[in-house]
Antibody, heavy 123, light 107 residues
Protein backbone atom coordinates (compact mmCIF):
# COMPACT_ATOMS: atom_id res chain seq x y z
CA UNK A 1 0.00 0.00 0.00
CA UNK A 2 1.78 3.12 -1.19
CA UNK A 3 1.81 6.09 1.16
CA UNK A 4 2.88 9.68 0.62
CA UNK A 5 4.17 12.06 3.29
CA UNK A 6 4.85 15.76 2.86
CA UNK A 7 7.57 17.50 4.83
CA UNK A 8 9.10 20.95 4.99
CA UNK A 9 9.04 24.26 6.88
CA UNK A 10 5.67 25.36 8.17
CA UNK A 11 6.61 29.03 8.05
CA UNK A 12 8.22 30.88 5.14
CA UNK A 13 9.01 34.57 4.92
CA UNK A 14 7.60 36.69 2.10
CA UNK A 15 9.80 36.82 -1.02
CA UNK A 16 11.58 33.62 -0.02
CA UNK A 17 11.31 30.16 -1.60
CA UNK A 18 8.93 27.55 -0.27
CA UNK A 19 10.46 24.06 -0.39
CA UNK A 20 8.54 20.86 0.29
CA UNK A 21 9.36 17.18 -0.13
CA UNK A 22 7.04 14.23 -0.61
CA UNK A 23 8.41 10.87 0.50
CA UNK A 24 6.93 7.81 -1.16
CA UNK A 25 6.78 4.58 0.81
CA UNK A 26 5.41 1.17 -0.16
CA UNK A 27 6.25 1.67 -3.82
CA UNK A 28 8.94 2.94 -6.15
CA UNK A 29 8.81 6.43 -7.61
CA UNK A 30 10.90 5.04 -10.47
CA UNK A 31 7.97 3.03 -11.74
CA UNK A 32 6.99 4.46 -15.07
CA UNK A 33 3.34 3.81 -14.33
CA UNK A 34 2.63 6.94 -12.31
CA UNK A 35 2.78 10.70 -12.23
CA UNK A 36 3.46 12.64 -9.04
CA UNK A 37 1.48 15.78 -8.25
CA UNK A 38 1.36 18.80 -5.99
CA UNK A 39 -1.98 20.38 -5.09
CA UNK A 40 -2.69 23.14 -2.59
CA UNK A 41 -5.66 24.54 -0.70
CA UNK A 42 -5.66 28.04 0.82
CA UNK A 43 -7.53 28.37 4.12
CA UNK A 44 -11.27 28.13 3.56
CA UNK A 45 -10.87 27.87 -0.21
CA UNK A 46 -10.88 25.24 -2.93
CA UNK A 47 -8.26 22.96 -4.40
CA UNK A 48 -5.65 24.32 -6.79
CA UNK A 49 -3.57 22.04 -8.99
CA UNK A 50 0.09 23.11 -8.96
CA UNK A 51 1.71 20.61 -11.28
CA UNK A 52 3.07 17.11 -11.73
CA UNK A 53 6.17 15.22 -12.72
CA UNK A 54 6.88 11.86 -14.29
CA UNK A 55 9.82 9.81 -13.00
CA UNK A 56 11.59 10.61 -16.26
CA UNK A 57 11.65 14.22 -15.14
CA UNK A 58 9.01 15.61 -17.50
CA UNK A 59 7.02 18.31 -15.75
CA UNK A 60 3.73 20.14 -16.27
CA UNK A 61 2.78 23.24 -14.30
CA UNK A 62 -0.26 25.40 -13.64
CA UNK A 63 0.15 28.36 -16.01
CA UNK A 64 -0.72 30.77 -13.21
CA UNK A 65 2.24 29.53 -11.15
CA UNK A 66 4.61 28.38 -13.88
CA UNK A 67 7.10 31.23 -13.53
CA UNK A 68 7.64 30.42 -9.83
CA UNK A 69 7.30 26.63 -9.62
CA UNK A 70 9.81 23.83 -9.93
CA UNK A 71 8.95 20.18 -9.32
CA UNK A 72 11.76 17.66 -9.26
CA UNK A 73 12.24 13.98 -8.47
CA UNK A 74 14.99 12.19 -6.55
CA UNK A 75 14.71 8.52 -7.38
CA UNK A 76 17.58 7.59 -5.02
CA UNK A 77 15.55 8.85 -2.07
CA UNK A 78 12.14 7.88 -3.49
CA UNK A 79 11.05 11.49 -3.13
CA UNK A 80 9.75 14.34 -5.22
CA UNK A 81 9.89 17.99 -4.34
CA UNK A 82 8.19 21.33 -4.83
CA UNK A 83 9.87 24.71 -4.90
CA UNK A 84 7.79 27.89 -5.11
CA UNK A 85 9.76 31.11 -5.31
CA UNK A 86 8.92 34.70 -4.38
CA UNK A 87 6.12 33.67 -2.05
CA UNK A 88 3.50 36.03 -0.69
CA UNK A 89 0.70 35.65 1.83
CA UNK A 90 -1.47 34.35 -1.03
CA UNK A 91 0.68 31.21 -1.08
CA UNK A 92 -0.40 30.31 2.45
CA UNK A 93 -2.12 26.95 2.10
CA UNK A 94 -2.22 23.28 2.89
CA UNK A 95 0.04 21.60 0.34
CA UNK A 96 -0.72 18.05 -0.74
CA UNK A 97 1.33 15.61 -2.74
CA UNK A 98 -0.53 12.94 -4.68
CA UNK A 99 -0.07 10.08 -7.15
CA UNK A 100 -1.97 9.23 -10.29
CA UNK A 101 -1.71 6.32 -12.70
CA UNK A 102 -0.33 6.97 -16.17
CA UNK A 103 -1.09 4.67 -19.09
CA UNK A 104 0.84 6.53 -21.74
CA UNK A 105 -2.04 7.57 -23.97
CA UNK A 106 -4.16 8.61 -21.01
CA UNK A 107 -4.05 8.82 -17.23
CA UNK A 108 -6.23 8.38 -14.19
CA UNK A 109 -6.81 11.10 -11.58
CA UNK A 110 -4.76 11.14 -8.40
CA UNK A 111 -6.05 8.45 -6.10
CA UNK A 112 -3.39 8.43 -3.38
CA UNK A 113 -2.80 11.62 -1.43
CA UNK A 114 -0.53 12.64 1.41
CA UNK A 115 -1.98 14.03 4.61
CA UNK A 116 -1.04 17.56 3.64
CA UNK A 117 1.25 20.07 5.26
CA UNK A 118 0.34 23.61 6.23
CA UNK A 119 2.62 26.36 5.01
CA UNK A 120 2.17 29.90 6.27
CA UNK A 121 3.85 32.83 4.56
CA UNK A 122 4.50 35.53 7.11
CA UNK A 123 7.32 37.70 8.36
CA UNK B 1 -6.95 26.66 -20.60
CA UNK B 2 -10.16 24.79 -19.82
CA UNK B 3 -12.19 26.15 -16.93
CA UNK B 4 -14.33 23.96 -14.68
CA UNK B 5 -17.50 25.48 -13.21
CA UNK B 6 -19.51 23.78 -10.50
CA UNK B 7 -23.02 24.55 -9.34
CA UNK B 8 -24.41 25.15 -6.89
CA UNK B 9 -21.62 26.39 -4.65
CA UNK B 10 -23.52 25.08 -1.66
CA UNK B 11 -26.70 23.21 -0.89
CA UNK B 12 -28.68 22.02 2.09
CA UNK B 13 -30.80 18.89 1.87
CA UNK B 14 -32.55 16.45 4.17
CA UNK B 15 -31.36 12.97 4.97
CA UNK B 16 -32.69 10.65 2.30
CA UNK B 17 -32.94 13.36 -0.36
CA UNK B 18 -31.56 12.96 -3.84
CA UNK B 19 -28.76 15.47 -4.41
CA UNK B 20 -27.34 16.53 -7.76
CA UNK B 21 -24.20 18.60 -8.38
CA UNK B 22 -23.23 19.79 -11.81
CA UNK B 23 -19.84 20.50 -13.35
CA UNK B 24 -19.33 22.20 -16.68
CA UNK B 25 -16.11 22.32 -18.69
CA UNK B 26 -15.45 25.30 -20.93
CA UNK B 27 -14.33 22.89 -23.68
CA UNK B 28 -14.96 19.23 -24.29
CA UNK B 29 -12.96 16.84 -22.13
CA UNK B 30 -14.54 13.55 -23.27
CA UNK B 31 -15.08 11.59 -20.05
CA UNK B 32 -11.85 12.61 -18.28
CA UNK B 33 -13.73 13.93 -15.29
CA UNK B 34 -13.21 13.00 -11.64
CA UNK B 35 -15.17 13.77 -8.51
CA UNK B 36 -13.54 14.15 -5.10
CA UNK B 37 -15.12 14.32 -1.66
CA UNK B 38 -13.44 16.36 1.07
CA UNK B 39 -14.84 16.10 4.56
CA UNK B 40 -14.03 18.93 6.98
CA UNK B 41 -10.38 18.83 8.00
CA UNK B 42 -9.67 15.76 5.88
CA UNK B 43 -7.77 14.85 2.74
CA UNK B 44 -9.72 14.81 -0.53
CA UNK B 45 -10.89 11.35 -1.49
CA UNK B 46 -11.42 10.15 -5.06
CA UNK B 47 -15.05 9.10 -5.54
CA UNK B 48 -15.54 8.77 -9.28
CA UNK B 49 -13.30 8.80 -12.35
CA UNK B 50 -13.94 8.54 -16.05
CA UNK B 51 -17.10 10.52 -15.32
CA UNK B 52 -19.05 7.52 -14.09
CA UNK B 53 -16.73 4.83 -12.70
CA UNK B 54 -16.99 4.42 -8.94
CA UNK B 55 -13.70 4.14 -7.12
CA UNK B 56 -13.34 0.94 -5.12
CA UNK B 57 -15.09 1.12 -1.76
CA UNK B 58 -17.32 4.09 -2.60
CA UNK B 59 -20.98 3.53 -1.66
CA UNK B 60 -23.33 2.84 -4.54
CA UNK B 61 -25.55 5.81 -3.63
CA UNK B 62 -22.93 7.91 -5.42
CA UNK B 63 -23.09 8.03 -9.19
CA UNK B 64 -21.69 10.17 -11.97
CA UNK B 65 -22.72 10.87 -15.51
CA UNK B 66 -21.91 13.05 -18.47
CA UNK B 67 -19.47 13.46 -21.29
CA UNK B 68 -18.01 16.31 -23.26
CA UNK B 69 -18.73 19.47 -21.29
CA UNK B 70 -21.56 18.66 -18.88
CA UNK B 71 -21.29 16.31 -15.92
CA UNK B 72 -23.29 15.47 -12.81
CA UNK B 73 -22.61 13.86 -9.47
CA UNK B 74 -25.68 12.37 -7.82
CA UNK B 75 -26.16 11.15 -4.28
CA UNK B 76 -29.30 9.03 -4.47
CA UNK B 77 -30.10 9.16 -0.75
CA UNK B 78 -28.16 11.71 1.25
CA UNK B 79 -26.65 10.40 4.47
CA UNK B 80 -25.20 12.36 7.42
CA UNK B 81 -21.71 11.09 6.59
CA UNK B 82 -21.96 12.69 3.14
CA UNK B 83 -21.55 16.18 4.61
CA UNK B 84 -18.53 17.41 2.69
CA UNK B 85 -17.34 19.60 -0.12
CA UNK B 86 -17.31 17.96 -3.53
CA UNK B 87 -14.91 18.92 -6.31
CA UNK B 88 -14.83 18.00 -9.95
CA UNK B 89 -11.52 17.85 -11.81
CA UNK B 90 -10.53 17.46 -15.43
CA UNK B 91 -7.52 15.21 -15.73
CA UNK B 92 -7.06 14.40 -19.42
CA UNK B 93 -4.19 16.81 -19.77
CA UNK B 94 -2.39 19.53 -17.88
CA UNK B 95 -3.51 21.70 -16.22
CA UNK B 96 -5.66 19.31 -14.19
CA UNK B 97 -8.08 22.04 -13.16
CA UNK B 98 -10.51 21.66 -10.27
CA UNK B 99 -13.96 23.11 -10.06
CA UNK B 100 -14.70 25.58 -7.31
CA UNK B 101 -16.41 23.04 -5.07
CA UNK B 102 -19.92 22.37 -3.78
CA UNK B 103 -20.51 22.32 -0.05
CA UNK B 104 -23.21 19.83 0.96
CA UNK B 105 -24.93 20.22 4.31
CA UNK B 106 -27.79 18.50 6.09
CA UNK B 107 -30.98 20.52 6.53
Amino acid sequence: QVQLQESGPGLVKPSQTLSLTCTVSGGSISSGDYYWSWIRQPPGKGLEWIGYIYYSGSTYYNPSLKSRVTISVDTSKNQFSLKLSSVTAADTAVYYCARGRDYGDYSDPADVWGQGTTVTVSS
Amino acid sequence: DIQMTQSPSSLSASVGDRVTITCRASQGISNYLAWYQQKPGKVPKLLIYAASTLQSGVPSRFSGSGSGTDFTLTISSLQPEDVATYYCQKYNSAPQTFGGGTKVEIK
